[in-house]
């Protein structure tokens, strides 16, 4: 038998949060002031050890490259709940607090992710001897889907074998230990208070690196002599534009590629091109089906003008799912913190987080809160709601662990017998493997 009432020991919990304040705010600018793009994220992670050490946390470190993985332990060890925080930034290089050499910002609010992920281990530490059950704090890399090219040579080096960081966590086992999972992400508020807006679900996608092979010859003296790879890639994309009214409104589908390379001199025909996208959709069959019609679109460019068009698929994000049963222990702690008024069930989302690969094998939950003004990943992003962003997420995170793991795992229990998993680690792992090989 516990010797404090649940309530107390969320009491204490909110206390401990309001309490390390200073501390929680210190580290999350520290990390705004030194933004790192995924798989980089050398001095990000370095901070988060730092941490751990200064809070006498045991953790592990070297988790897909760079990710630090924290426990505390329970009086039981029943099951494992993860708070989750991500170390990478966002290419924005107008923010003004942009890294000057790289374009790198934290304009997606992962440092705030990791003050949350440090809020709520400070807000458990005390109390752990009262919940039957482990929690993880686990910092993980690359969650932003940037830099897609340098991700893929980094596969081909066999640095990682997934571009996205809980891809490479899953694949390595990092979460064969944890059963259930959380995370909160940033939003433009509603209003001046700020809202906990209950995650809902979300596209997936593909990632693709689209190549088109010409000829050179001169622009202006000779073209008839090339091949116009740059009016094959705009055919492509064109063909792909052709057919959008052709997919379904309930799959949400999207296509947004850039030009990474588009020719070299002006004088010259371009005989090769390079172009970036991701096909997104809402769910698995979606994802495949719209992939391979697009796929035909962007060959088709090619196939026009004489140039060959070579796509390597790699494994995007799987749709998110956020669980019903999570999600309403989260309602009920946050209409206590943020006021009912001010929470509310989110929409589906049309843009991706890797968080939706987990939640294909465990329940998870995925707040988005309403604390900043501007858009994310903009240059006009800041924090308006503090009070939202460091203290009543993590207090209402961290009170829905205690409803998990208290009372010896009761909740906890409830949630994992209700859930019925999509995917295991390894129909996972061979998902994914699929779209590499583009079957």
């Not at 005390?126 to 929690?135: N, T």
């Not at 057919?243 to 999207?254: A, G, L, N, V, Y």
């Not at 068009?309 to 222990?329: A, F, Q, S, W």
């Amino acid at each position: 038998m516990s010797r404090m009432t649940k309530e107390e020991l969320k009491q204490r919990v909110c206390d401990a949060i309001i309490d390390a304040q200073p501390r929680l705010r210190e580290i999350a600018e520290s990390i705004m002031d030194e933004p790192e793009l995924g798989y980089k994220e050398v001095k990000t992670s370095k901070k988060v050890r730092d941490m751990f050490d200064e809070l006498g946390i045991p953790y592990t470190s070297n988790h897909a490259l760079t990710g630090v993985k924290g426990r505390l332990k329970g009086s039981d060890s029943k099951y494992t709940v993860a708070m989750i925080g991500e170390l990478d930034a966002i290419l924005c290089p107008r923010h003004p607090r942009a890294d000057d050499l790289t374009g790198a910002a934290h304009c997606c609010g992962h440092n705030i992710q990791i003050a949350n992920m440090f809020a709520v281990a400070i807000g458990l530490q005390s109390i752990m001897h009262e919940l039957a059950g482990d929690v993880v704090l686990f910092a993980v890399p690359a969650e932003e889907m940037v830099e897609v090219d340098y991700r893929n040579k980094l596969r081909e080096q066999g640095k990682i074998k997934y571009l996205g960081g809980k891809q490479q966590l899953i694949y390595e086992g990092a979460f064969d230990d944890i059963d259930i999972a959380m995370q909160m992400h940033v939003e433009t508020a509603r209003s001046s208070v700020g809202e906990m807006g209950l995650g809902s679900t979300s596209n997936g996608f593909v990632a693709k690196l689209i190549e088109y092979h010409g000829k050179v010859a001169h622009a202006a003296a000779a073209p008839h002599e090339g091949i116009n790879a740059l009016n094959a890639a705009l055919l492509g994309v064109m063909g792909v534009n052709s057919i959008r009214e052709t997919f379904k409104e309930s799959d949400c589908f999207r296509f947004h590629p850039i030009i990474n390379q588009g020719g070299t001199l002006v004088n010259c025909v371009p005989d090769y091109v390079q172009v970036e996208s991701f096909v997104r959709a809402a769910n698995i069959d979606a994802i495949v089906d719209c992939n391979n019609r697009v796929n035909r679109a962007l060959k088709a460019g090619g196939d026009a003008v004489g140039a060959i068009c070579v796509i390597k698929d790699l494994p995007g994000y799987l749709p998110m799912r956020n669980d019903e049963h999570m999600n309403e222990l989260l309602r009920n702690n946050s209409n206590q913190i943020f006021g009912e008024e001010n929470v509310y069930q989110g929409e589906h989302m049309t843009a991706s987080t890797d968080m939706g690969d987990v939640s294909h094998l465990m329940p998870v939950i995925h707040p988005w809160v309403g604390c900043i003004n501007g858009v994310l990943h903009s240059a006009e992003y800041e924090i308006t709601v503090p009070e939202v962003a460091y203290i009543k997420t993590a207090q209402a995170l961290a009170m829905t662990i205690v409803d998990l793991l208290y009372d010896d795992a009761a909740g906890a229990k409830d949630v994992l017998d209700k859930f019925i998993p999509v995917l295991n680690k390894q129909s996972y792992i061979e998902f994914l493997d699929r779209i590499a090989k583009s079957e």
